[in-house]
């Protein structure tokens, strides 16, 4: 398996413009995170799915944020209008169940300018 | 507040050495893991301890968990150049399925 899959890698944008995040579980696992990383605030969990339905998503910071899993095999994280406080690192990560070991993705390095 | 919160400190030793960060939280768990983080790539799982474990080995890690204390520590013996990373504990924040980390120890291991 190739492991948790993440577009794109590097992500510039202006501010106000649209982007979308991508996320490419591993087979067979059925939690998936969003995760943030910052200097100044670490690692946030945004968003998590179980089974494809969003379980808890306390983490998104504003409205502007959205998340969706239309099926087993595939996430996106959307950012409308982007911002530049929205700079950071995107990392999605799966597990099989809760509890258990998750798996990360190489991330998605934003840059709104 | 966030569940699993390490020490705040960046920690830089010499090759050979042993390394020991801690991490606190504040709440019941099911488990608590250990993640390790090389600069620009993702996390990558270390080990799990359960709840009701109290000490477990990975090849040169040792973790135990103190759940009266709502504490872990994460030694890595013999290190080396190649440990250089950045440490991560995560809880399970309570059991409610949410898998929350804390803010990471810095480790240099100088060769």
């Known amino acids: 398996d190739a492991g948790v899959i993440q577009s794109p890698r590097h992500e510039v944008t202006e501010m106000g413009q649209e982007v979308t995040l991508r996320c490419k579980p591993i087979s067979g696992h059925n939690s998936l995170f969003w995760y943030r990383q910052t200097m100044m605030r670490g690692l946030e969990l945004l968003i998590y799915?179980?089974?494809?339905?969003?379980?808890?998503d306390s983490g998104m910071p504003e409205d502007r944020f959205s998340a969706k899993m239309p099926n087993a095999s595939f996430s996106t994280l959307k950012i409308q209008p982007s911002e530049p406080r929205d700079s950071a690192v995107y990392f999605c990560?799966?597990?099989?169940?809760?509890?258990?070991?998750?798996?990360f993705g190489q991330g998605t390095r934003l840059t709104v300018v | 507040s966030q569940q699993g919160e390490e020490d705040p400190q960046a920690l830089s030793i010499q090759e050979g050495e042993n390394a020991t960060m801690n991490c606190s939280y504040k709440?019941?768990?099911?488990?608590l893991q250990w993640y390790r983080q090389n600069s620009g790539r993702g996390l990558v799982h270390l080990i799990l301890i359960r709840s009701n474990e109290r000490e477990k080995h990975s090849g040169r890690l040792r973790v135990t968990l103190d759940t009266s204390k709502k504490s872990s520590s994460l030694l890595i013996t013999a290190s080396r150049a190649a440990d250089t990373a950045s440490y991560f504990c995560?809880?399970?924040?309570?059991?409610?399925?949410?898998?929350?980390f804390g803010k990471g120890n810095q480790v240099v291991v100088i060769p």
């Open positions: 799915f179980n089974n494809n339905v969003p379980i808890d």
């Open positions: 990560a799966t597990s099989i169940g809760v509890w258990t070991e998750a798996f």
């Open positions: 709440t019941s768990i099911n488990n």
């Open positions: 995560a809880t399970d924040a309570g059991g409610n399925n949410r898998l929350a």
